[in-house]
């Protein structure tokens, strides 16, 4: 009888176990866009380079207009979330560095849908969360 009751409740343990660590899994996923909108630059390519703190260099791309780079942030710490990711735009003779994404910043800014998307055009860098309503952050400096 003690051993049956044993299994049970090491049966039960494990089933809870499993249950609140799939429940207390604080990996969150953001989705961070960078799209070329430049109005006509087949000329020269808008060149992004990116790094990520966490996991190094994560490459980059030669964007045409309307062309996008894109990739998923797996930020495992939904409280203290420490993923950050720089990249370097090159647009003629202007060069800008900027955090494409900040866990700490990004939590909340990039919505519901988690989405962090940067629009860059001639005259500076969009933000957007939905891909509709754009918030200039900052200019070609």
């Not at 900040?102 to 500076?124: H, M, N, P, T």
């Amino acid at each position: 009888m003690k051993t049956i009751l044993l299994i049970i409740l090491l049966s039960a343990s494990f089933f809870l176990f499993t249950k609140l660590s799939n429940h207390f899994d604080n990996t969150t996923n953001y989705d961070v866009r960078i799209i070329n909108g430049f109005s006509n630059n087949s000329s020269m390519p808008l060149v992004v380079w990116c790094v990520s703190y966490d996991a190094g260099d994560i490459g980059g791309r030669a964007l045409q207009e309307r062309d996008d780079y894109s990739w998923i942030v797996e930020d495992a710490s939904i409280f203290w979330g420490s993923s950050r990711f720089d990249c370097t735009m090159k647009w003629e003779s202007k060069r800008v560095k900027f955090e494409a994404f900040r866990a700490s910043r990004d939590r909340y800014r990039c919505g519901a849908l988690r989405q962090c998307i940067w629009l860059v055009k001639e005259d500076g860098f969009y933000f957007s969360n939905d891909g509709v309503n754009w918030i200039k952050d900052f200019s070609w400096i």
